[in-house]
């Protein structure tokens, strides 16, 4: 996957703006606030339809642009077979997502056309967050390469919602309450099953890749790291698991078993990360997860993904940088963007490691 062209308009602290990339490296450069991070978010958006900050799309349109219902931002992308995309949302139409002027009923028909794997500085969070943060992960990665799982996940989620909703009705008469209950928890099972078995067989391939790219980036051949699945059903099935737990969920109002409780453990030498290991290693862990998924994405759809890499030098030691960069050289890696603070810093790198690369100096929203 290689991104010609970028033009955004209204979006975030940019109003109107056009970018040309390079084929292998872009370097991002400017000082903290200027915008250089919303260049990448705006990637993101093309590849996922939403902000990778979880920030509502009305909240995107840029601040002086903001003024009623016709206020709106668009991002257009152009990529080396000239596929032309185009996300547009303002207030009254809600969002539109369009492939060379075919409009998407629905915008999960897209998910894969980019595909991207990112690394930001709140991306620590998957390794010391809660377990939310960790399924996005797992999710984000199989959604990107499987369409089976994506329409189980959708489904799963959306028929949760009501169960979460129906949970919380304590006017309800309680026969009921049970009788919907079951009718929700029958719909559920197939596609739980269908997420919980797929989440295995990812995790099975990725962990030799995640310890590979472990020992690629810090030099240490006898560190473990390991990827371990917590399945919150265990043994049983979904409905037996549901049944069991039947009276705790409606006395609580929450759903308390299924996909959307499961957590994944990062473990270091037989140790959870999250709570024993240093911040360095905790670094190199997150390094090696997004190198991992990258490489696992690429495999199985055979193409490339975009790798956007914001501010990730910072408090890196020159050895760790330098591996980064001799890795990212290799022949699996395309079209990547860094952005940082220091200009100087990530060309210096990008020279060592013999990038081919074009420069992009970002001052309040505008390129210098």
């Known amino acids: 996957m290689i991104l010609k062209e970028l033009r955004i308009r209204y979006f975030k602290n940019y109003e109107s703006v056009d970018f040309f990339f390079h084929p292998q490296l872009n370097l991002i450069s ?4 200027m915008g250089k991070t919303n260049i990448l978010d705006a ?64 915008i999960s028909e897209h998910i894969g056309n980019i595909p991207l794997v990112s690394i930001f500085p709140e991306d620590i969070d998957i390794i010391k967050g809660d377990s939310s943060i960790r399924r996005r992960f797992i999710d984000n990665t199989i959604c ?18 009501r169960k979460r909703e129906l949970l919380k009705q304590f006017s309800m008469r309680y026969e009921d309450k ?62 037996e698991a549901v049944e069991n737990q039947r009276k705790n969920e409606i006395q609580r109002g929450r759903a308390l078993v299924g996909p959307h409780k499961d957590d994944i453990d990062f473990q270091l030498m037989g140790q959870s990360a999250k709570y024993y290991s240093s911040q360095g ?48 050289r290799g022949e699996s890696f395309g079209q990547i963007f860094i952005t940082d603070t220091d200009a100087m810093r990530i060309q210096e790198a990008a020279e060592k490691a013999d990038f081919k690369f074009l420069n992009f100096n970002i001052r309040e929203g505008k390129q210098v």
């Open 30 to 33: 400017g000082n903290n606030g």
């Open 43 to 106: 990637i993101y958006f093309m590849a996922f339809g939403k902000s990778y900050y979880s920030i509502s799309d009305k909240k995107l349109i840029h601040f002086d642009h903001v003024k009623d219902d016709s206020a709106f931002f668009r991002i257009e992308s152009i990529d080396e077979v000239d596929c032309h995309y185009v996300f547009s949302f303002n207030a009254l139409r809600k969002k539109v997502v369009s492939k060379d002027k075919q409009v998407y009923d629905k």
């Open 144 to 161: 990107q390469s499987d369409r089976e799982y994506l329409r189980a996940l959708l489904y799963y989620n959306k028929v949760l919602k």
């Open 178 to 239: 049970i009788l919907l209950l079951k009718k929700y928890d029958f719909e559920l099972s197939q596609p739980a099953a269908i997420i919980i078995q797929k989440r295995s067989e990812f995790l099975t391939t990725f962990n030799s890749l995640l310890t590979d790219f472990y020992h690629r980036i810090c030099n240490a051949d006898l560190e473990t790291v390991l990827a371990k699945y917590k399945v919150s059903i265990e043994e049983e099935g979904y409905l």
């Open 281 to 328: 290693q905790q670094k190199s862990i997150l390094f090696a997860l997004k190198l991992a998924q990258y490489e696992y994405i690429r495999s199985v759809i055979d193409r490339k993904p975009l790798l956007l890499l914001d501010d990730i030098f910072d408090k890196l030691d020159q050895n760790r940088i330098d591996n980064l960069m001799d890795l990212l």
